[in-house]
């Protein structure tokens, strides 16, 4: 969770710049399509590799009202860094820091019985009241309770908060296609859903929230944004699917954009293999522009002859394989200077290809081309603070 404090004066190897005005511009057009709903800013994975702290606080500025993480670690971190209001985590494992989730006043999820004994024996040892969010499987098929086990989770709930232990905060699901439209799961999800929270209500139990959308389900959705939504990479300006529409096309802007400085630029002749296994060879005299990133940066193999690159204002395209920290691009006889600017992908504004057209290449979601994205590339954080 680096948080860059300024931009740094010296030219670098890569970088990762992160638009947190775009952030906040796109926390606002998410809030815009709720009816009562709030919403939580998902930042588990470093917010899917944008930096936690500064994307948390740009999202809390622009009016959500959680923050929510995967690991308890990532959610101790943000409370650590001074992180207000509630913060809710929800993948665990048995011996995990409850204590230390109690005492942060985070909310945590409970899947299973051996969960929500781990939480109260916390909650007991500390003299505090946990709060727990119930998680429901209604069909994803991964964390989750399921419906016939939920009968006994909710009245094991109900007498631990009986006993002033825990505090259910919250009953939540995920869905499983929302991000494809028209798919039967969605309602049969829906249908699951409705009958879980109902259930536990009639039993006695009375959540501040009930949430099941995701980002896809936050845009397209309305009728499953219950109490609060959970958007994730929708709040990067990504879109979740491309059968969905583009970024644009829900008013939302991209936040990232990767940069790279040539490191040299040289004329080769006709014939030249290029890069481990010679999968491409010159196919004439031509230039050579050595990008300095790679696979251990988080650049994917698979974009090996594809993953397209905007040099001195014309897509390129990697040549041969990506290397661990570096890969060519075949400029074509044109000579850029050293140190020339390559952008690998960014909004799309001045014709850079975007993360979805790096997804395109490799053959994967746009989600996993931000969140590889790795340490020894600093993020660089701009517009840190709102205008005017």
């Given at each position: 969770?680096?948080?860059?404090?300024?931009v740094?004066?010296?030219?670098?190897?890569?970088?990762?710049?992160?638009?947190?005005?775009?952030?906040?511009?796109?926390?606002?057009?998410?809030?815009?399509?709720?009816?009562?709903?709030?919403?939580?800013?998902?930042?588990?994975?470093?917010?899917?590799?944008?930096?936690?702290?500064?994307?948390?606080?740009?999202?809390?500025?622009?009016?959500a009202?959680?923050?929510?993480?995967?690991t308890?670690?990532?959610a101790?971190?943000?409370?650590a860094?001074?992180?207000p209001?509630?913060?809710?985590?929800?993948?665990?494992?048995?011996?995990?820091?409850w204590?230390?989730?109690?005492?942060?006043?985070?909310?945590?999820?409970?899947?299973g019985?051996?969960?929500?004994?781990?939480v109260?024996?916390?909650?007991?040892a500390?003299?505090?009241?946990?709060?727990?969010?119930?998680?429901?499987?209604?069909?994803?098929?991964?964390?989750?309770?399921?419906?016939?086990?939920?009968?006994?989770?909710v009245?094991?709930a109900?007498?631990?908060?009986?006993?002033?232990l825990?505090?259910v905060t919250?009953?939540w699901?995920?869905?499983?296609c929302?991000?494809e439209?028209?798919?039967?799961s969605?309602?049969?999800?829906?249908?699951?859903?409705?009958?879980?929270?109902?259930?536990?209500?009639?039993?006695?139990?009375?959540?501040?929230?009930?949430?099941?959308?995701?980002?896809?389900?936050?845009?397209?959705?309305?009728?499953t944004?219950?109490?609060?939504?959970?958007?994730?990479?929708?709040?990067?300006?990504?879109?979740?699917?491309?059968?969905?529409?583009?970024?644009?096309?829900?008013?939302?802007r991209?936040?990232?954009?990767?940069?790279?400085?040539?490191?040299?630029?040289?004329?080769?002749p006709?014939?030249?293999?290029?890069?481990y296994?010679?999968?491409?060879?010159?196919?004439?005299?031509?230039?050579?522009?050595?990008?300095?990133?790679?696979?251990?940066?988080?650049?994917p193999?698979?974009?090996?002859g594809?993953?397209p690159?905007?040099?001195d204002?014309?897509?390129?395209?990697?040549?041969?394989?990506?290397?661990?920290?570096?890969?060519?691009?075949?400029l074509?006889?044109?000579?850029?200077?050293?140190?020339?600017?390559a952008v690998?992908?960014g909004?799309g504004?001045?014709?850079e290809?975007?993360?979805?057209d790096?997804?395109q290449?490799?053959?994967?979601?746009?989600?996993?081309?931000?969140t590889?994205?790795g340490?020894?590339?600093?993020?660089?954080?701009?517009?840190?603070?709102?205008?005017?």
């Amino acid at each position: 969770m680096n948080e860059t404090a300024a931009v740094p004066t010296a030219p670098l190897r890569a970088r990762a710049e992160i638009d947190l005005g775009a952030l906040r511009a796109n926390v606002r057009a998410l809030r815009a399509r709720l009816t009562g709903a709030a919403l939580m800013a998902v930042v588990k994975s470093d917010a899917y590799g944008h930096g936690a702290v500064p994307c948390a606080r740009a999202a809390l500025a622009a009016g959500a009202t959680w923050l929510g993480t995967a690991t308890p670690e990532e959610a101790l971190a943000l409370r650590a860094a001074g992180l207000p209001g509630r913060i809710m985590c929800w993948l665990w494992v048995p011996g995990g820091p409850w204590r230390e989730a109690i005492d942060a006043d985070l909310d945590v999820s409970v899947s299973g019985m051996w969960a929500l004994r781990e939480v109260t024996g916390a909650a007991r040892a500390a003299g505090r009241t946990a709060r727990v969010q119930l998680k429901a499987d209604t069909g994803l098929g991964r964390n989750g309770c399921q419906p016939g086990d939920w009968p006994e989770l909710v009245a094991e709930a109900l007498k631990a908060e009986a006993d002033g232990l825990i505090k259910v905060t919250g009953l939540w699901s995920h869905f499983a296609c929302a991000d494809e439209p028209g798919h039967p799961s969605i309602t049969a999800q829906l249908d699951r859903f409705r009958e879980m929270t109902a259930y536990a209500e009639e039993q006695g139990l009375r959540p501040e929230v009930r949430h099941i959308a995701n980002s896809p389900a936050t845009l397209t959705l309305p009728e499953t944004h219950f109490d609060l939504v959970r958007t994730g990479i929708a709040m990067y300006g990504v879109s979740p699917s491309p059968e969905l529409g583009t970024p644009a096309d829900f008013g939302l802007r991209p936040v990232m954009t990767l940069r790279a400085s040539l490191a040299l630029v040289k004329r080769v002749p006709g014939g030249h293999g290029i890069s481990y296994g010679h999968h491409y060879t010159t196919p004439g005299e031509t230039t050579l522009g050595l990008v300095p990133v790679g696979y251990a940066d988080g650049i994917p193999r698979h974009a090996s002859g594809t993953g397209p690159v905007l040099i001195d204002g014309k897509w390129r395209t990697v040549a041969g394989r990506v290397a661990m920290d570096q890969f060519v691009v075949d400029l074509g006889g044109d000579e850029p200077p050293a140190g020339t600017d390559a952008v690998l992908f960014g909004p799309g504004d001045a014709g850079e290809p975007t993360a979805e057209d790096w997804a395109q290449a490799c053959g994967t979601i746009a989600y996993e081309i931000v969140t590889r994205i790795g340490a020894r590339v600093p993020r660089v954080h701009l517009n840190g603070e709102e205008k005017g």
